[in-house]
């Protein structure tokens, strides 16, 4: 055929497959597997603040490490996202078709972006189906943490949070570094 509608599809699906194999492969490598650790323990921090409970590791543990504003989720919209605008811009020649997707990819990110802003949002049962494929390749790039990693997750929030919105009763866990002498 020549479909340019049907060559962006397949373009696309190719693009998807390598994408999700990738995240597959890596996710068997010891070090990476170490960082989605620490990728469950952030989305499990980031759920203990959002119910406004006090930021220890007993209390982040007890969350689901599948969010719907994880930036696995997003990279996956801005690859559907992309496969739908590309459509519209046909199968040019190569240098063409490269420019014309770098052109877009900031409107495809901006899409993508409020898609996910909005489903983060939204209790409607169509927007958690919709972005159910995302929370499912976080069972990829999410591990459950050990408490220590919920640990340096609430620290790190902490960090970047004005003090007066830390809930009160949450834990300290910076280690303080202590002087040695030679």
């Keep these: 055929t020549d479909d340019p509608i049907v060559f962006n599809l397949i373009e696309g699906g190719i693009r998807l497959m390598v994408f999700l194999l990738y995240i597959w492969g ?4 010891g070090g990476i597997r170490r960082v989605f650790q620490y990728h469950g323990a952030e989305h499990k921090t980031i759920f203990c603040f959002e119910a406004g409970l006090p930021l220890t590791a007993e209390n982040a543990q007890k969350f689901e490490r599948f969010h719907p504003r994880c930036g696995t989720n997003f990279l996956l919209i801005v690859m559907v996202v992309a496969i739908v605008f590309h459509v519209f811009f046909g199968w040019p020649d190569l240098w063409l078709r490269i420019l014309s997707r770098l052109a877009i990819l900031p409107v495809v990110a901006g899409v993508s972006y409020e898609i996910i802003r ?19 390749l ?31 009763g949450s834990g300290n866990y910076r280690n303080e570094q202590k002087e040695t002498t030679c």
């Design 138 to 168: 976080q069972y990829l790039t999410t591990r459950p943490p050990a408490d220590e990693m919920v640990e340096v997750a609430i620290e790190s929030l902490k960090a970047v949070l004005p003090a007066e919105d830390i809930p009160a």
């Design 118 to 136: 909005f489903a983060g949002r939204s209790e409607n049962h169509l927007v958690h189906i919709l972005i159910t494929p995302g929370l499912w």
């Design 26 to 29: 890596i996710s068997f490598m």
